[in-house]
């Protein structure tokens, strides 16, 4: 009887009705797809609290799955349920599964007060009845149906103590707050962000976004330094990729000195079979993502890939916050996304401006040519944090591959010193410097690279040249230093970058200026044997340990950190700089 009109209270009541289990529904798919929010909804439900009593028994399977510290994922919950023989019950394999797709844009405790609000409502309805029942009664005392109420009005209070204790106000307390110093936050390695904080990094194709973001969050993992930052504990972090290939990948990650062992705490998620994240969804995708690697740093590269809604469309970006990066930030997790600016640059990224209204800093990547770049933030929220970084891409190539662990972004600095004289000693130890010589090449080595320059040179002046290099390994040299001292070649692109002009590459960081014409910073090394060449492996200093490929000796600062092999060296391949 389709054609038939119901009376308007039923269909009030049958709206009602459905609301209410739709609003149980969305508490079982959060907690299925979102299982750091359940502790939450438990403290504010229990399972009698649901009206269908199918939703009760999946809510209970979920609960003990907890309990045992298991996966409450689906198809868990179902595993769990066909164990106890209670899947008919639950309604089902394909109840659960629609189930499944009920998840609140993140917002799990409302749904779960929804739940409780609607439970003590029918239990206040039960108890006006009871009430009745007790007063119209033929052996009723004066006073039954009150103290039935009175009972009822009990248990609330006592309930509602024990939530208030349990669960998280979203009231400030000024107490706390005003006691809390936040001018303290310590920012995450790199210094682009601070915990929990969501930034943006836009900048034209080509620029290398990736490359840099890439770097920056594999190091964050591992504990190294970034851009003149101090290393830091390792971080862990998830970097979500829909743009690049995987040979692209492979090729990067080596060239930044990464490989099988040295990866830390990084988990990359290549091509994800995740749903739209501007979609709920999309966003317990994510969300499970992150729960399954323990990630406290997020980076979506780029984030247009991962939306299905019109980019110039505000509600777009609305609901990507709403269904994905809101969650994330509730969480506490740190989020990275990389951009493309549009086709006015002066106007940021492109798209609706409403995709950086919740971000809490704007980066802005522009390369200047020669792997010169520039990374300014166009907006703060809280100011915290250097604005900008004058960044220098080096990289060295053999043949066409990548050295491993020659590709570094680095702080870059300006020689304000005049020009030595040609033909002088300075003059020639800057030459040697811009063909990316290393510090401890000998004389030999030396002598072939000028000849194949075709710089001129007298045998003294490039036997002093050489000591004065030299000496610089008693003030830490490129290997023990590999971001004081820049070794990238000029006119050498970084992997996955395009041709571009090439600038002659920065020799020196901040802080590390380059020694006075005339003058050593040490005791000067003693002259070298003519043929002898450069020092025999093991023949340095015996207190500092030596490197497992090339066997001289690492800077002591270089060691401390961890590594037992120069920057240059390949432990797998066994090859280093000065291999013939």
Request: proline content about 7%; charged content about 25%; glycine content about 10%.
């Amino acid at each position: 009887m389709e054609n038939v009109r119901p009376f308007p209270h039923q269909q009030a009541d049958r709206d009602g009705l459905e609301e209410q289990l739709d609003a149980e529904r969305f508490v079982l798919g959060t907690a299925m797809n979102q299982a750091h929010d359940i502790k939450t909804m438990r403290t504010l439900i229990k399972g009698v609290n649901f009206q269908r009593p199918a939703h009760e028994v999946i809510w209970n399977a979920i609960l003990t799955l907890v309990d045992r510290g298991e996966s409450t994922y689906f198809t868990a919950v179902i595993a769990e349920l066909d164990r106890n023989k209670a899947l008919r019950q639950a309604g089902g394999m394909s109840y659960i599964t629609q189930v499944n797709d009920y998840v609140g844009g993140g917002d799990a405790s409302h749904w779960a007060s929804k739940v409780r609000e609607a439970a003590d409502l029918r239990e206040e309805a039960n108890v006006g009845r009871l009430m009745v029942q007790r007063a119209t009664a033929a052996d009723a005392e004066p006073g039954a149906g009150i103290a039935v109420y009175e009972e009822f009005a009990k248990r609330r209070r006592e309930r509602q103590e024990q939530q208030e204790g349990t669960a998280t106000s979203p009231f400030l307390d000024w107490a706390s707050f005003f006691a809390t110093d936040f001018g303290k936050v310590e920012l995450l390695p790199g210094r682009l962000m601070a915990p929990g904080q969501q930034i943006a990094i836009v900048g034209e194709g080509k620029a290398g976004k990736s490359l840099l973001v890439q770097e920056w969050l594999w190091r964050m993992a591992t504990g190294q330094s970034f851009l003149g930052d101090r290393a830091h504990d390792p971080i862990p972090v998830l970097y979500v990729d829909a743009e690049n290939g995987h040979a692209d990948i492979q090729a990067r990650l080596i060239s930044y000195g990464a490989g099988p062992d040295r990866m830390g705490q990084f988990v990359y998620a290549s091509f994800p079979p995740i749903r739209p994240l501007d979609t709920p969804g999309g966003g317990q995708d994510l969300l499970r993502l992150v729960d399954a690697c323990g990630a406290q740093v997020v980076c979506l590269d780029t984030v247009s890939r991962f939306i299905s809604g019109p980019e110039n469309d505000a509600d777009t970006w609305l609901a990507l916050y709403r269904c994905s990066l809101l969650p994330l930030k509730r969480a506490g997790k740190s989020s990275v996304r990389l951009d493309h600016l549009g086709k006015d640059a002066e106007r940021g990224a492109r798209g609706s401006s409403a995709k950086t209204q919740d971000v809490d800093h704007v980066w802005e990547l522009r390369s200047q040519g020669g792997g010169a770049l520039t990374l300014r933030r166009t907006y703060t929220r809280t100011g915290i944090g250097p604005d900008h970084f004058a960044v220098v891409r080096q990289a060295q190539q053999d043949g066409d591959s990548y050295r491993p662990g020659g590709t570094r972004h680095i702080l870059m600095t300006w020689d304000t010193e005049q020009p030595h004289p040609e033909g002088s000693v300075e003059w020639l130890v800057d030459q040697l410097d811009a063909l990316g010589l290393p510090n401890d090449a000998g004389n030999p080595r030396t002598k072939a690279a000028l000849a194949e320059a075709k710089i001129p040179a007298a045998k003294t002046k490039i036997e002093s040249a050489v000591r004065i290099r030299k000496n610089r390994d008693n003030l830490g040299s490129r290997n023990g230093f590999p971001e004081t001292f820049p070794e990238g070649v000029p006119g050498e692109r970084s992997p996955g970058t395009s041709k571009g002009s090439q600038k002659p590459q920065v020799k020196h960081s901040p802080g590390t200026p380059g020694e006075p014409p005339g003058t050593a910073g040490s005791p000067p090394s003693p002259p070298l044997e003519e043929g002898k060449g450069e020092e025999a492996p093991g023949s340095e200093d015996p207190q500092l340990p030596l490197c497992t490929v090339c066997g001289r000796s690492l800077t002591t600062d270089w060691a401390a950190r961890g590594y037992d092999t120069h920057l240059g060296c390949d432990p797998r391949t066994g090859s280093h700089p000065d291999a013939a």
